[in-house]
């Protein structure tokens, strides 16, 4: 049962997969009062006599049939309860084998039955829309030696985790294929996960894993860590420990409660000097401070952090950049360190000293020299809350220029192992 908000109105409802003699199934959907009062009656696995309702075209977005149509059902609805009628089989499958994934367009929803290897506990997070999120982790191995990483999504996350220990046969109807860190599954509202179906398959897998298959090497479709989290060295020398800017959205990258680190290969496109705010503020001189200090009526600098005033004080840089790679582009903070790398290794100070001078054309022209340059752009990616929205702040912790000679090995090396 799930709560549904729309522009026309908010209520309950719950769908059933409904399986007839043929083989054929399709989907019914049950609204509010509806949906209080079948929820409760309808059990799984038993045969009723439907009569009364919709008959409409299936939103194959939502669903987890290829059915042309399906039903909703109203108040005219009558379900009786039949004496179990052999004639109409379990649920039907279509399975896919883990090592077909691979070769599979994204975002196909699909049967697979699998060896659950692996559990990870439910965690919760924030997206980006700032809606609450369950999610835990399998681990899923079939008898062509393949694991792949299977998400469960809302309440299929939060239940009890205890179905999913001691590796159980479970079959998945209806999970959606994505091609995130290679290639994963994830549930949708529709899927309907069944421990140990009754399927020739169920008998085959749970022998297979028995006698020696749990202790095989798999070949993992999923790349771990969302296809990067790998350190600067490793992220130079192996394109999948790198993320790309879709990767770093993808993977929710910052929405824990520690930051994320992302290496990324990006290309600085933009770098803010016009607005309200300069590219750099004006910081207590004394080192390792560089706390803001403000000017006072003296003409001096107050830092409240030393709670000293210094005659002096030292500009450092705050850049607002934008940055793009193949898979779109993101707003990025560089502080000073990288800020004097990024501008041909001039200081905050000399900068300042070419503004106060009228030397704007200059100033523009070094920062447009700084663009269109790419480097390995080491990200520290966190979400936080700004005038009530979540946002993505990301920093710029590192960077290197590219290796060519270097990335070429590294994209060798890539094209060796999609082979
Ligand atoms: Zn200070």
Redesign the pocket.
């Known amino acids: 049962m799930r709560q549904w908000n729309n522009a026309r109105g908010s209520g309950t409802l719950f769908s059933v997969d409904l399986l007839d003699e043929d083989g054929s199934e399709i989907k019914g959907t049950f609204f509010k009062q509806d949906a209080d009062k079948w929820f409760q009656i309808l059990q799984e696995g038993q045969v009723y006599a439907f009569t009364g309702g919709k008959v409409k075209v299936a939103n194959k977005k939502f669903s987890s049939f290829n059915a042309e149509y399906e039903l909703t059902f109203d108040s005219s609805t009558q379900i009786n309860p039949i004496n179990d009628d052999s004639r109409i089989g379990s649920a039907t499958y279509a399975f896919v084998k883990l090592n077909e994934m691979e070769a599979l367009e994204a975002n196909k929803v699909l049967d697979v039955i699998a060896v659950v290897k692996s559990v990870e506990d439910h965690a919760q997070f924030v997206s980006r829309a700032g809606k609450q999120l369950d999610k835990r982790n399998l681990i899923l191995v079939d008898d062509t030696c393949t694991e792949i990483n299977l998400t469960l999504w809302g309440d299929m996350a939060k239940a009890d985790g205890s179905r999913w220990e001691g590796n159980p046969v479970v079959a998945f109807k209806g999970v959606k294929l994505s091609d995130f860190s290679g290639r994963s599954l994830n549930s949708l509202n529709a899927s309907t996960l069944v421990n140990d179906p009754d399927v020739p398959e169920t008998a085959d897998l749970r022998a297979w894993f028995d006698a020696a298959g749990g202790g095989s090497s798999f070949k993992s479709v999923t790349v771990r860590n969302g296809g990067g989290g790998g350190s600067d060295d490793a992220a130079k020398k192996d394109i999948s420990q790198r993320y790309t800017l879709q990767s770093i959205t993808d993977g929710n990258l910052g929405n824990g409660e520690k930051p994320d680190w992302a290496v990324v290969k990006a290309t600085i496109s933009f770098i803010k000097l016009d607005g309200e705010r300069l590219p750099w503020y004006t910081a207590?001189p004394?080192e390792g401070?560089n706390?803001k200090?403000t000017e006072t009526m003296e003409g001096a600098w107050q830092?409240e952090?030393?709670n000293?005033t210094h005659p002096e004080c030292q500009r450092r840089y705050m850049l607002s950049m934008q940055i793009s790679d193949n898979t779109g582009k993101a707003w990025v903070t560089a502080f000073n360190d990288q800020g004097v790398e990024l501008l041909d290794n001039r200081t905050a100070d000399e900068l300042f000293q070419m503004k106060e001078e009228g030397n704007d054309a200059e100033l523009e022209e070094l920062f447009s020299e700084a663009c269109f340059k790419t480097y390995m752009l080491t990200l520290r990616v966190k979400t936080d809350m700004y005038n009530d929205e979540t946002r993505s702040r990301k920093t710029l912790q590192r960077l290197a220029p590219v290796d060519v000679k270097a990335e070429c090995a590294a994209l060798l090396d890539a094209i060796a192992k999609y082979n």
């Open positions: 207590c004394k401070c706390k200090v830092c952090k030393c000293q």
